[in-house]
């Protein structure tokens, strides 16, 4: 089997996994640092900022990757900070805003229960270079599942109050869960190459898990079907436009800049 | 420089076994085990060091901390490598490093948990908390609990001691 690197359109499929895969941990580690020296509580405040770190570090290992893949000599930071909002690849729930701490956490569970399953497929990869940052990633976000999911079912079995918030932001966000399991002609060229799995694949998996935590949480999961979806084509909502706004401000306005 | 001048390996390896890590400076980089590999290629010396988090901000500062040492040791020709595979894990600290984290107040990671798949069985079950005991680094009681899962660094979680009330840090098993 020809390595799927070896043809143009082989190196554009993985292109756009490798630039999908890092957007979803660049925004979503964005978004997740908004919280720093906001949250509820110190430790809280601690642990989404080292999530938020981890997530950029697996983002410069995959838009560093989709740099090299590429070949026009763009770096990570310039993935990063210098594309426009139509050549973002992630998915809209990593771009839903930060919301009560309820909702990011929500956001985060569900998000780190596919991240999870994505990994340990991706361990596999056909491609070493996917397979390493795998590897490498994995340990991490074993971590920020076992923290979302025992904090999901905490919030969720928890007051009153708390668990209104819990399901408001279930309710809220399920409706983009879906897109993380949609495919399209790369995803399919990746899955025939044995570089990436199907999103499809990775769907009973996800479904197990989150219907084991949020039921121990208390939680009904909501019955509509209904996808929110676009992302992976850069098709965005409006609020990845603020979010680009604050992050790529000091590079746009001081192109090169470094400290 | 003539190649018959050249430091061994080792005489490296024993530098390196001096350097702080920067955040933890009671353990040296070699302790830390993320030295990966010590060699000349010809008259170059290649250092080859492994992450320990992806998103380490240390991971810079300790890449200068290596060549500021090695050049004090009249080293000039140097490379520094990274290597992300096999990945860093915790069952590297050295025995030494333990014993040097423990007495710094910081309960060291329980030893082969990485490689015996303990960490993914407990991510696995998702819910029901820590398969891991983790002994006070003050008092040595096992009744400990987990207060949150990242401490002051990554690498760390926050835990308290309910027998002598002290809070610690735990260096988590990766």
Known sequence: ?????????GRAALLEFLLRTGD?????????????GHSPVLEEDIALANTALDLIGQTQLW?????????????????????????????LLVERPNGDFGQ????????????????KALQGSTDPRVAEIAAKAIKE?????????DLVVRLGDGTAESHRRMQNALDELWSYT??????????????????APSPASLKPAWDAAVARVLGEATLAIPSSGYVHKGGKRGVHTEHLGYILAEMQFLQRAYPGATW | MGALTLPSTDEVWGWLSKVPDPEIPVISLTDLGIVRDVAWEGDTLVVTVTPTYSGCPATTVINLDIEQALRDHGIEKLRLERRLSPPWTTDWISPEG??????????????????DGR???????????????????RCGSSDTEKISQFGSTPCKASYRCKACLEPFDYFKCI
């Open chain 1, 1 to 9: 089997m020809a390595a799927l690197a070896d043809t143009a359109a």
């Open chain 1, 63 to 91: 838009l560093g990757l989709a740099g090299e893949v590429e070949g026009q000599g763009r770096t990570a930071d310039n993935l990063a900070y210098l594309r426009d909002a139509a050549e973002f690849r992630n998915v």
């Open chain 1, 141 to 149: 976000v074993s971590y920020h599942l076992e923290r979302s999911a």
């Open chain 1, 24 to 36: 979803n941990t660049l925004i979503l580690g964005h978004r997740v640092s908004e919280w720093c």
């Open chain 2, 119 to 137: 960490l993914m069985a407990r991510v696995n079950s998702l819910v029901g908390g820590s398969n891991l005991t983790i002994p006070c680094p």
């Open chain 1, 178 to 195: 879906g897109e993380l399991f949609v495919g399209d002609d790369a995803d399919e060229a990746l899955a025939d190459a044995g570089v």
């Open chain 1, 104 to 119: 990011t956490l929500m956001r985060q569970f569900l998000f780190d229960a596919w991240h999870f399953e994505l990994l």
């Open chain 2, 98 to 115: 333990r014993d040097k984290l423990r007495a710094y107040g910081i309960a060291p990671p329980i030893d082969g948990t990485a490689a």
